[in-house]
């Protein structure tokens, strides 16, 4: 994935829904 092609609020997005993710997994 390009990172430098993502604005920040889109990266924060992603990384927060991962983290819901795990947690909802765990």
């Known amino acids: 994935v390009d990172t430098t ?3 920040l ?3 924060v997005e992603c ?3 991962l983290v819901e993710e ?3 997994a765990a």
């Open 5 to 7: 092609e993502l604005t």
């Open 9 to 11: 609020a889109q990266v």
């Open 15 to 17: 990384v927060v829904t």
């Open 22 to 24: 795990k947690r909802a």
